[in-house]
């Protein structure tokens, strides 16, 4: 089955540590990407997302993606974590253009102080 | 801005009972969409409606579940009867025209425990 699959359930890193949360999707063609984040106690919100140009993406608050084509893949990236980035982060994959979004389980970062 | 607004924020009922969730979203918005998270799971789509007709309604189990957008602004979800698994947080989004580029932005959410 068509799916988009988050490697990491839970990752807990220190402050000043870098991250990198994985994420690949089976759907052929064309596809739109993109990393939503929900803080705690907050709504999902989009955090950067990617449907042509340049793979590397960048984002809010210092975050980056980059999208492989070969490896069906779109991992989230930033160099140095904050303990305010501790939240739930979901890969969406949006494939073929109709809004179809589908989301990743998600992955919980714990950064700790 | 005023985002998606939801309500209720939590329910609780007994199975077998109905229930209803509200949602108005982002003024404007053209695209408006349910989803159903169940804990440990992404959000998975039920319903998108475009204005006030239905896009897409493949996910939505129809002999239970049913949606409305009355005049393309606010809408209903609703649940007869619920079961034990319909346990779960119920999303609304909006989007402001609903192509597949289109960013799309959630609401708090409707907490829903079935007994």
């Known amino acids: 089955a068509q799916s988009v699959s988050q490697h990491n359930h839970h990752v807990i890193l220190s402050e000043a540590a870098s991250l990198e949360l994985g994420c690949n999707y089976s759907?052929?063609?064309?596809?739109?990407l993109f990393w939503y984040v929900q803080y705690p106690g907050q709504h999902l919100q989009l955090l950067l997302k990617y449907f042509s140009g340049d793979p590397l993406v960048k984002g809010i608050k210092g975050f980056e993606a980059e999208f492989i084509k070969s490896k069906f893949s779109f991992n989230l990236r930033k160099p140095s974590v904050q303990w305010s980035d501790t939240a739930e982060y979901f890969c969406?994959?949006?494939?073929?253009?109709?809004?179809?979004?589908?989301f990743g389980a998600g992955t919980r970062l714990t950064v700790k102080p | 801005e005023a985002g998606v607004a939801q309500s209720p924020r939590y329910k609780i009922i007994e199975k077998r009972q109905s229930v209803a969730f509200w949602c108005n979203p982002i003024?404007?918005?053209?695209?408006l969409y349910w989803y159903q998270q169940i804990l440990g799971q992404g959000p998975k789509l039920l319903i998108q409606f475009q204005n006030n007709g239905v896009v897409d309604d493949s996910q939505l189990p129809k002999d239970r579940f049913s949606a409305e957008r009355l005049k393309g602004v606010d809408s209903t979800l609703k649940i007869q009867p619920a079961k034990l698994e319909d346990s779960a947080v119920y999303l609304c989004?909006?989007?402001?025209?609903?192509?597949?580029?289109?960013?799309?932005?959630f609401g708090p959410g409707t907490r829903l425990t079935v007994l």
């Open positions: 969406a994959v949006n494939p073929g253009g109709n809004n179809d979004m589908r």
């Open positions: 989004a909006s989007s402001l025209i609903g192509g597949g580029t289109d960013t799309q932005y």
């Open positions: 759907y052929g063609g064309t596809v739109n």
């Open positions: 003024s404007g918005h053209a695209t």
